[in-house]
């Protein structure tokens, strides 16, 4: 982001100030990303995104009042352009779900790291879907057997043969050097392959490729 191009605008919600506080020190050296608001719970989300309009809420799943879920239909049944993120620990994986469904952008869990909290940020303000790094494949597969549909308006991108035997292999939790053996291609050629592979189904990380996979019935579990 440009030195000229105005701040991502965002929105916290969670019930822990500990937390909240973590967040706003992590994204004080961060110009590119400015917090605006924060809530401790979901009515006060409601109440600080209809004042604020932020570009993006990140919003934990459980909270006191109103849930993270109603607040977020809610918030898009009025902001329907709205950006949000789900927060959650790594054991709410049917919340999750119940968010994407609801229409949320993206999830990340409680512990993800700061990179991957400004990435998931800047994808989402960006129109896009974010799935978390570390997405258990029970996850991806509820997530992908769901009536959650991120591809509903898009074209479906042209996948060669080699390219959905890479992503076979990738859901079945091959490492790119096992993947190589089996393919006899070099590691550097399957790296190439899972670049371009995330790039034509414009996803971020490997929970996206196995998400699509088992919707698309590439690879079924």
Same mark, same amino acid.
């Given at each position: 982001m440009s030195k000229t191009t105005p701040p991502i605008r965002i929105v916290l919600a969670d019930d822990h100030e500990i937390f909240r506080d973590g967040f706003k020190v992590m994204l004080r *050296?961060?110009? !590119?990303?400015?917090? +605006?608001?924060?809530?401790?719970?979901g009515e006060e989300l409601i109440e600080i995104t209809r004042?604020?309009? #932020?570009?993006?809420?990140?919003?934990?799943?459980?909270? #006191?009042?109103?849930?993270?879920? !109603?607040?977020? *239909?809610?918030?898009?049944?009025?902001? #329907?352009?709205?950006n949000i993120i789900a927060l959650s620990m790594f054991d709410d994986d049917r919340l999750i779900v119940e968010m994407l469904e609801a229409g949320v952008k993206g999830y990340l869990l409680k512990n993800a790291?700061? &990179? &991957?909290?400004?990435?998931?940020?800047?994808? +989402? %303000?960006?129109? *896009?879907? %974010?799935?978390? !790094?570390?997405?258990?494949? *029970?996850?991806?597969e509820l997530i992908a057997k769901s009536k959650y549909n991120p591809h509903r308006k898009q074209t479906l991108p042209e996948l060669s043969e080699k390219d959905k035997q890479v992503i076979r292999l990738i859901c079945q939790q091959k490492s790119n050097k096992e993947i190589a053996d089996v393919m006899n291609l070099s590691i550097r050629t399957i790296e190439g392959y899972r670049d371009r592979i995330q790039e034509k189904l414009d996803v971020k990380n490997i929970a996206g490729i196995v998400i699509y996979a088992i919707r698309h019935k590439i690879y079924e579990p």
């Open positions: *050296k961060h110009q !590119a990303i400015k917090l +605006v608001a924060e809530a401790a719970n004042k604020h309009n #932020p570009d993006v809420v990140v919003t934990d799943i459980k909270m #006191p009042k109103l849930d993270g879920i !109603a607040a977020s *239909k809610l918030l898009l049944n009025e902001f #329907p352009l709205l790291k700061k &990179e &991957e909290i400004i990435t998931a940020i800047e994808t +989402v %303000y960006n129109g *896009k879907k %974010y799935h978390c !790094a570390t997405t258990s494949f *029970k996850l991806a």
